[in-house]
T-cell receptor, first 113, second 113 residues
Framework: GQQVMQIPQYQHVQEGEDFTTYCNSSTTLSNIQWYKQRPGGHPVFLIQLVKSGEVKKQKRLTFQFGEAKKNSSLHITATQTTDVGTYFC?????????????FGGGTRVLVKP | NAGVTQTPKFRVLKTGQSMTLLCAQDMNHEYMYWYRQDPGMGLRLIHYSVGEGTTAKGEVPDGYNVSRLKKQNFLLGLESAAPSQTSVYFCASTGTGRNYEQYFGPGTRLTVT
């Protein structure tokens, strides 16, 4: 089945700095979704990208879908302590029924105040 | 709306014991999923359902059974618990529309000794 790989696995960021996390696939993806999981919490949906080259922004978060639809990125500017958590990308398996998603391993973000 | 709820929140089992995890959603979603999340890892799909009375295997189905007798409920059973099943279990649901973001429950933390 399809796989999505996330890098880096861990990201230590100084408060106020920017960082980017990446989601890569060897196959063309139909879409990409991003979720955030706070420590001890459950995953919460952030955004969905569908079109090639699509860019969406949510305040300090910028999401991008690659032109070839094989990768995606999440860029956070001016990191805050509220950004702590694990960010997952996920893609829909178009060959399966039921809107089944395949999740990447996640990028765990730690913020140094 | 309560969204997705899970019971119990915590459970400790001895090897060989059985238990059932209950997931309920009040959003009239067709699709429901059970994931497990091991420390520092991503989400792995155990089983899922595309509608009342249907179930399908996910990525890691061995040792688990599921049932979806009512649209709003999705049960996950462990017939004979093993230490390898120590994990956090998340239930999720989504609809059939174009925006198929998954809504997650708060999780069940299961320890098998």
């Amino acid at each position: 089945g399809q796989q999505v790989m996330q890098i880096p696995q861990y990201q230590h960021v100084q408060e106020g700095e920017d960082f980017t996390t990446y989601c890569n696939s060897s196959t063309t993806l139909s879409n990409i979704q991003w979720y955030k999981q706070r420590p001890g919490g459950h995953p919460v949906f952030l955004i969905q990208l569908v079109k090639s080259g699509e860019v969406k922004k949510q305040k300090r978060l910028t999401f991008q879908f690659g032109e070839a639809k094989k990768n995606s990125s999440l860029h956070i500017t001016a990191t805050q302590t509220t950004d702590v958590g694990t960010y997952f990308c996920a893609s829909k398996d178009v060959k399966a029924a039921g809107n089944k998603l395949t999740f990447g391993g996640g990028t765990r973000v730690l913020v140094k105040p | 709306n309560a969204g997705v709820t899970q019971t119990p929140k915590f459970r400790v089992l001895k090897t060989g014991q059985s238990m059932t995890l209950l997931c309920a959603q009040d959003m009239n979603h067709e699709y429901m999923y059970w994931y497990r999340q091991d420390p520092g890892m991503g989400l792995r799909l155990i089983h899922y359902s595309v509608g009342e009375g249907t179930t399908a295997k996910g990525e890691v189905p061995d040792g688990y059974n599921v049932s979806r007798l009512k649209k709003q409920n999705f049960l996950l059973g462990l017939e004979s618990a093993a230490p390898s099943q120590t994990s956090v279990y998340f239930c999720a649901s989504t609809g059939t529309g174009r925006n198929y973001e998954q809504y997650f429950g708060p999780g069940t933390r299961l320890t098998v000794t």
